[in-house]
């Protein structure tokens, strides 16, 4: 990662994801997608503008106060105008507020040429307002019965006040987040069952669990529409922080913006002919923080060596392919019809540079799982020599099978 904008200074706490970075950050991301929405039957997917009608933010109460000197709560975030701040906070009963500041957590934009009220819109504070706006949307056209999910993934932006800690509190994050729409009566049972699958994505994308802890947040603590919140919590090197969230919604989204757009967001049971307004359970993943989270997880000095020991699914290249001297054209030949009929399937990397030995550990460093070398015995039987990353052991495999023998090794650490 990169400090954005880095030849002008950079820009305070905003990053940029270089070559290596975009390609882990893609590959949790795409990881995700087929975790929890392409391997499940009853989830589907949207992908919604970043800039919504203003009306959505003022139903959300993202709006209230905005124009105001306002104190945040230090600890729900919760906003009050300065010159009407009550003595604790009215949802959490904290009594630690930021100094009064002109602020709003929204990030304004205008609409066209002209800049006043009318063309003011704002970039999203939360992409969880997308899928409660498109509940109707999705219920008529993708044919599907509560229990269902509404996933998507994207950008979100906030004005936080205290960003910092790398890309741990940025003012622009990638969020992957679904709300789950269940019956009332039915919330507990699948809160318990998306707490369980949460932490069986960790343990996929090799967090180190023990570094993973659940916070029940106390019943006086919770969010004025939320009945039962968990944080996860992560022990990050500047402390144990959250991670992702799980929330019982209840039914507080849908019905606010039921009453303010005047639709009818209810649902109707096919069998029963029963009419409600669903409950909703949202796990929350921030992307950035995973990423983050991974890192510290797989990061290893072995003496010399530096090993980054990511997941093969999430490493940046799966395979890295040398000729093992770079001056015998023959090596070189044979070597770049391998990497390039193996890039076909796989992120594959090239690197002729120095001795074997060093590529082998430049390779340790990013991560990637097996390395590919063309001796001069390839020449002869059409064999390669194979590394692997974690044990460093190499064996012969004929260049035949490298696609099946690729395939069992990188699927087999999952
Ligand atoms: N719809 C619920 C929601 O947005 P949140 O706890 O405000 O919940 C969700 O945010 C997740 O987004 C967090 O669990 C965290 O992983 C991530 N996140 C929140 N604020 C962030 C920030 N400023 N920078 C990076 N990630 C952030």
């Known amino acids: 990662m990169f400090p954005g904008s880095e030849i ?29 929405v392409h391997q499940r039957d009853n989830m589907v997917g949207i992908d919604a503008a970043l800039i919504m009608n203003p009306k959505v933010w003022e139903a959300s ?92 993934q994207g950008k979100a932006f906030r004005n936080e006040i205290t960003p910092g800690n790398f890309i741990f509190r940025t003012r622009e994050f990638n969020l992957m987040e679904f709300e789950y729409f269940v019956k009332e009566q039915e919330w507990e049972q699948h809160f318990e069952y998306w707490r369980k699958e949460m932490l069986a994505w960790m343990e996929l994308i090799g967090l180190d669990m023990k570094k993973v802890h ?32 799980l929330a ?12 303010k757009s005047g639709q009818d967001l209810q649902y109707t049971d096919a069998e029963t002919n029963e009419k409600f307004t669903p409950h909703v359970i949202e796990p929350t993943f921030g992307l950035d923080r995973s990423l983050l989270a991974v890192l510290l997880s797989s990061y290893e000095e072995e003496g010399e060596r530096v090993v980054l020991k990511l997941k093969p ?56 799982p097996l390395a590919i070398t063309c001796d001069f015995q390839t020449l002869e039987d059409q064999t390669v020599t194979v590394r692997d990353r974690d044990t460093m052991k190499q064996e012969r495999v004929a260049i035949e099978n490298l696609r099946t023998f690729l395939n069992e090794k990188i699927n087999s650490y999952n």
């Open 313 to 368: 699914s999430l490493a940046p290249y799966k395979v890295a392919v040398f000729p093992l001297l770079k001056n015998k054209p023959e090596l070189v030949k044979k070597a770049q019809e391998i990497y390039q009929d193996l890039k076909k399937d796989f992120t594959a990397t090239w690197d002729d540079r120095g001795n074997i030995g060093k590529r082998y550990y430049s390779q340790d460093e990013i991560g990637t």
């Open 61 to 152: 109460g993202h709006l209230k106060e905005f124009s105001d000197p306002l104190v945040e709560c230090k600890k729900c975030h919760a906003r009050y105008r300065a010159d009407q701040m009550p003595e604790k906070c009215e949802e959490c009963g904290k009594k630690e507020f930021t100094a009064a500041k002109q602020f709003n957590l929204m990030l304004k934009t205008f609409l066209g040429p002209a800049e006043d009220s009318s063309t003011t819109a704002y970039l999203r504070g939360e992409i969880a307002q997308s899928m409660f706006v498109n509940f109707k949307n999705v219920l008529d056209t993708a044919r599907i019965k509560i229990p269902f999910g509404i996933a998507s």
């Open 248 to 259: 019982y919604r209840t039914d507080f989204d849908l019905k606010n913006h039921m009453e």
């Open 8 to 36: 002008y200074g950079g820009l305070a706490n905003s990053w940029d994801y270089g070559p290596l970075g975009v390609e882990l950050k893609n590959n949790i991301k795409n990881l995700w997608w087929k975790n929890f």
């Open 214 to 245: 659940e916070n029940d947040i106390a019943k006086d603590e919770l969010a004025h529409y939320s009945k039962k919140t968990i944080d996860f919590e992560f022990d990050y090197p500047f402390g144990k922080k959250e991670l992702y969230g």
